[in-house]
């Protein structure tokens, strides 16, 4: 059991975080939410006021840090807080632009890159016929999100990513990183007509150095060589009368104050912090079992925004993958209390996990269309005992998963099949741990994967039932599509339960088309941004996953933008 995947010795722990008072103001958005509580500065949750018990125990008050704890002050005209996706964009604009500005990260280097990012229209996908319907998609983002986003924000996103991409490739291809556009399948998929545009771009190698943060960063040390902070770790902004001035750091040093005409908040999601992840991402907390989220993504932004004024959305928007692989008998949900609390697994993206082979809840039945959104399948088996899923296959599900040929990073199994590795070395990960399961017969299967009685007979049946249905190529229970049913006859058979893996939030600060992060009444706080996914306005209640790579785009056009506007070059 652990509590996160990836970060660095230099992240900050979640036992830095404070509880303020009661739940009972979980619904004042708009109030303040605790930070992380520095070496010697006053804990969240003791600032005197009278409003102390109408605070959530997941925003504490804002700490009071006194002039006098202050080592050093610093003035800049734009203060870019965490340099990954969405910081870095914003400072290699600022650097380009010749703009004085400061990036502050907390941790001692920037964070690892995902090496794909949703573009739309890129000379290089319009070359190979690619092109997008911008307004057919922003209104298939706005279906998503159910209307509750700003559609001006994700038109921003439509209309300046190519320009975006280009501007990154060439600083991508210079270190002989080259891009590949990801053409999904012309077929049907999710049970129903969704939109499937041509958007992820790929950088090869991926997830070898140097990747996209690596390249931004020296190009903005080259051109702006005393811009970048590491080891600054926000504690509060700065604010006054409507408008943010700057933020107060915790270094090694000590207390440091950066002041700044203008502040972008890019500090990432709350995914590591199960205190926030209870109270506020309920349904997800329930069909999790594992984790892949960054440690720093603690939430330690989206508070202090909120501490300034901001009002966070209203609505959860968890991105989960089905891939929290686990054993038989071990349930979704947090193991152990407040910041000690974590998923029980450990194995976090078994990429087969994302096919769409029969699945079944511990009573032995299929539940749901299995060929949908990668978060669909998790929050329709946290409706299930447990909130966990059993994946069965057998022998040829090589051919099956080429057959598949599913879309977004869960095309990865379709390409190592499709290179001839082996079933079993492609879920290695899984068999090494011994909880995936390998029978020569399905009774054999069935027990191995703890169906005992009226759930082994109900599990026997349902097989049956389903070859039945990959026979008549005809989905009558859940509607999946024919090319994506396949028959479990040929020896050997295996099984695998998993429950959801939890990767970031997408709920954040309401913000407006230009990244302004908004007030309770909907009007931009002076001098002060959101971008990425600490900002909100954009996704409510899923990932759409079949929009891929759209999480990242977004993040890399959002920091940009802000650089270029307060640049004057938009």
């Excluded at 006054?240 to 915790?250: N, P, R, Y």
């Excluded at 909130?387 to 390409?415: H, Y």
Aim: charged residues 20%.
């Amino acid at each position: 059991m652990s509590k996160t995947n990836q970060g660095n010795g230099a992240c900050m722990t979640r036992r830095n975080f404070v509880a303020g008072a009661a739940l009972a103001g979980a619904a004042a958005f708009g109030a303040g939410m605790t930070g992380c509580a520095p070496k010697g500065a006053p804990e969240a949750g003791t600032a005197k006021t009278d409003a102390a018990a109408d605070i959530p125990a997941w925003l504490g008050q804002e700490p009071d840090i006194a002039d006098a704890d202050i080592v050093k002050t610093e003035e800049t005209d734009f203060l870019i807080i965490g340099a990954g996706t969405a910081g870095l964009c914003a400072a290699g604009t600022a650097a380009d632009a010749g703009m004085k500005f400061i990036v502050a990260e907390k941790n001692d280097k920037v964070p690892e890159t995902r090496e794909y990012w949703g573009i739309v229209n890129s000379k290089p996908a319009l070359a190979q016929g690619g092109e997008v319907d911008g307004m057919k998609l922003l209104n298939e983002l706005t279906r998503y999100a159910s209307g509750k986003c700003n559609q001006g924000l994700i038109k921003m996103w439509i209309d300046e990513s190519a320009e975006t991409f280009d501007w990154v490739d060439a600083m991508m291809a210079a270190q002989g990183k080259q891009a590949v556009v990801d053409m999904p399948g012309d077929h049907a998929t999710g049970g129903t007509d969704y939109m499937t545009p041509v958007l992820q771009h790929i950088y090869l190698t991926p997830y070898q150095p140097p990747m996209r943060n690596d390249i931004i960063l020296e190009h903005v040390q080259q051109k702006a060589p005393d811009s970048v902070r590491f080891k600054h770790a926000l504690v509060k902004l700065d604010h006054a009368e409507g408008s943010v001035t700057g933020a107060v750091f915790e270094t090694d040093e000590g207390y440091v104050r950066i002041n700044a005409k203008n502040t972008l908040l890019a500090t990432g999601g709350y995914p590591a912090n199960p205190v926030m992840m209870n109270a506020l991402q309920f349904a997800a907390v329930g069909c999790c079992t594992a984790s892949s989220y960054y440690l720093s993504d603690d939430g330690l932004g989206l508070r202090a925004g909120i501490w300034a004024g901001g009002v966070k959305d209203a609505d959860a928007a968890p991105m989960i993958f089905d891939r929290g692989a686990v054993d038989a008998g071990v349930d979704c949900g947090y193991l152990g209390e407040g910041d000690d609390a974590a998923f029980p697994g450990t194995i976090f993206q078994e990429n087969i996990g994302s096919q769409p082979f029969m699945k079944v809840n511990r009573k032995g039945v299929r539940f749901c269309n299995e060929s949908t959104p990668y978060d669909f399948l998790c929050f329709q088996a946290g409706q299930q005992p447990g909130g966990v899923w059993c994946e069965v296959f057998d022998a040829n599900a090589p051919e099956d998963i080429l057959r598949f040929d599913t879309m977004g990073c869960s095309g990865f199994a379709k390409q190592m099949m499709a290179a001839g590795m082996p079933l079993e070395e492609f879920v290695a990960a899984s068999k090494d741990a011994g909880i995936l399961k390998k029978a020569d017969t399905l009774e054999e299967l069935a027990e191995q994967l703890g169906f005992e009685g009226e759930a082994k007979d109900a599990f026997l049946d349902q097989v049956e039932r389903y070859n039945a249905q990959f026979d008549a190529q005809a989905d009558d229970d859940f509607g999946k599509e024919a090319y994506r049913l396949s028959a479990i006859r040929t020896a050997p058979f295996y099984g695998l339960w998993f429950g959801g893996t939890l990767l970031t939030t997408l709920d954040g600060l309401k913000i407006d088309e230009e990244c302004r992060v908004l007030d309770a009444k909907n009007e931009p706080i002076g001098g002060f941004y959101a971008a990425g996914d600490v900002s909100g306005s954009f996704f409510s209640g899923n990932y759409p996953e079949y929009i891929v790579g759209v999480a990242s785009g977004r993040s890399s056009v959002q920091g940009r933008h802000v650089a270029r506007k307060l640049a004057g070059d938009i």
